[in-house]
């Protein structure tokens, strides 16, 4: 096989492959051979049909499997022998001036580029840090016992009050003329937990079971419901049912209920302060990768290879339909998604995998064994049965190259940290815990 390598721009290059004819002719006879031992055509008994019959149905198809076959070899062959290392799959076109005897192909791919990465010690980045305070624990406690309520109906004479079970039936009407989802019978709410808009709930409050009520209620101009975004409706409600609100008292029999093992209210409480700090570490973990990743982005320099581009654009529009398809989209999979949409997303994808794989090589970053194990059980402590995850996790390969890929994520942030100028940051509970 003669190769041939040429450079035609950055991280562009061509390799012609010459290979002998007789060699793919050989390869497809014999294949052909072997087919017709087994093909079946009509007026002729198995194994017994005519190798010109065979070639005629099949010739075509065998021939341009054994030149992808020939070709790919020849083209793995050559990259191996330059030592080129290719990014995405290459672009083959037969040449019509090949010598004679041979067939000749033109092979154009892209090769994976140099990445200079700068100084680490002269890049600054933003480190958080949370504290789970006794507020949170409490808040959290408030959440549990909200959960395992209990509610009962309330004297007739009594109106509806805050924390209250209210079941209504209401109409909304916008310049006397009905809107879409401004109707509903017999729909429940609780006063004062922000499922209804502010004045609704105002309205509601001190209405008695069969009353009736219109009030005019202002829809905020970025109001979900575009069409009503702004505009003032007016709507007619009449109370069905009202119920009053009992929360669990927090004591022992509270935390058996919650199946805490130590079943006490102190019991509870470092339990629920064990699950904060571990959302909280995976959470400010998340923060200051992403403050890593944007700072190695910035630290790099090199070229990106369009072929890799190309490829993740196209997996991040195939992933907007899936996305699309589960919220409930008609014809999702035909949806039209511009791919220049999740370019730029393909792009600082394709650059930080790069350049994350590069820092990865050059400093012994990949993940070690103790650590997926590590992390698995991490993740599994979040469970009620952390053996039954843990061999969930260690049973599938997928998932143990997304754990992988996690693992060295980390391993890279806290190597970029500890070389990086770093700025301490406190952040409030509250700001990490809702924060998007």
């Known amino acids: ?153 309330r004297p007739a004479a009594e109106g509806a009050a805050e924390t209250d079970r209210v079941t209504i039936d209401f109409e909304g009407k916008i310049d006397g003329e009905p809107f879409a989802g401004g109707k509903a019978e017999a729909f429940q709410f609780v006063i004062g937990e922000g499922q209804m808009l502010e004045q609704f709930d105002r309205a509601v409050r001190g209405m008695k079971v069969g009353e009736s009520k219109t009030f005019p209620l202002q829809f905020p101009a970025d109001y979900q419901g575009a069409e009503v975004a702004g505009k003032e409706a007016d709507f007619l409600v009449t109370v069905r049912r009202i119920e009053a609100q009992h929360l669990p008292e927090v004591d022992d029999a509270f935390a058996r209920s919650l199946g805490i093992k130590e079943a006490t209210v102190d019991g509870l409480r470092a339990d629920v302060r064990r699950n904060l700090e571990r959302e909280v570490g995976f959470r400010v973990l998340s923060r200051n990768k992403a403050a890593v990743m944007d700072a190695l982005v910035g630290a790099a320099t090199l070229d990106l290879p369009e072929s890799l581009i190309e490829a993740e654009t196209e997996r991040l529009v195939e992933k907007t339909r899936a996305d699309l398809k589960q919220r409930g989209m008609k014809d999702a999979d035909k949806a039209e998604i511009p791919p220049e949409l999740v370019r730029p997303q393909a792009e600082r994808r394709v650059r930080l995998g790069l350049v994350v794989g590069e820092l990865v090589r050059a400093n012994g970053l990949q993940a070690r064994p103790e650590q997926l194990q590590a992390h698995i059980e991490e993740l599994a402590q979040s469970y009620e049965k952390p053996a039954e995850v843990m061999r969930w996790y260690l049973g599938d390969r997928q998932r143990m190259a997304e754990v992988e890929a996690i693992v060295v994520e980390n391993n890279v942030t806290r190597f970029v940290l500890d070389k990086a100028q770093v700025t301490a940051t406190v952040l409030p509970f509250d700001d990490l815990m809702t924060a998007a």
């Open 1 to 153: 096989m003669a190769v041939q390598v040429e450079t035609l721009e950055k991280l562009r290059r061509r390799i012609t492959l010459t290979l002998p004819a007789q060699d793919i002719h050989g390869e497809v006879e014999s294949r052909l051979k072997r087919l017709a031992r087994t093909v079946k055509a009509d007026g002729f008994r198995p194994g017994k049909v005519p190798m010109s019959v065979v070639a005629q149905r099949y010739g075509w198809n065998v021939q341009y499997e054994v030149v992808n076959d020939k070709v790919g070899k020849a083209f793995s062959d050559a990259a191996a022998e330059a030592r080129l290392r290719v990014a995405g799959a290459p672009r083959i076109t037969q040449k019509d001036d090949a010598p004679e005897g041979q067939i000749a192909f033109d092979a154009t791919f892209e090769v994976f580029p140099e990445v200079t990465i700068g100084d680490l010690s002269a890049v600054s980045v933003e480190r958080i840090d949370t504290e789970v305070t006794e507020a949170a624990i409490d808040r959290t406690v408030e959440i549990l016992r909200k959960q395992r309520r209990t509610f009962s109906l």
